[in-house]
């Protein structure tokens, strides 16, 4: 089965900046999009960005031009570089590979 883990969350100050990490490892045939979804307390978890395997990428508006995501295909590892942070980003980021898994979460907080 396929593992997603998630590393570099942290408290910062708004204007902060964070860089997270999503390490896939497993039987990871098959996987081409990878997405980072964010959740924060009281909401709906919803999606980020996502990059595919050829290395496209979305964004919501919410993070367009402060969020950048890229990967590291030889390292199995997928980055979401978080520049001016705002309170309102505050959240768990996950990292998700559609249809088959699901990281665990990592805790972004910004403090105003």
């Known amino acids: 089965q396929v593992q997603l883990v998630e590393s570099g969350g942290g408290l910062v100050q708004a204007g902060g900046s964070l860089r997270l990490s999503c390490t896939v490892s497993?039987?990871?045939?098959?996987?081409?999009?990878i997405e980072w979804h964010r959740q924060a307390p009281g909401k709906k978890r919803e999606l980020v960005a996502d990059?595919?395997?050829?290395?496209?990428?979305s964004y919501i508006d919410a993070v367009k031009g402060r969020f950048i995501i890229t990967r590291n295909n030889a390292r199995n590892t997928v980055s979401l570089q978080m520049n001016d942070l705002k309170p309102e980003d505050t959240a768990t980021y996950y990292c998700h590979a559609p249809r088959i898994a699901w990281g665990r979460g990592t805790q972004v907080s910004v403090s105003s």
């Open positions: 497993g039987n990871i045939f098959g996987i081409s999009v």
């Open positions: 990059i595919s395997d050829a290395g496209r990428t």
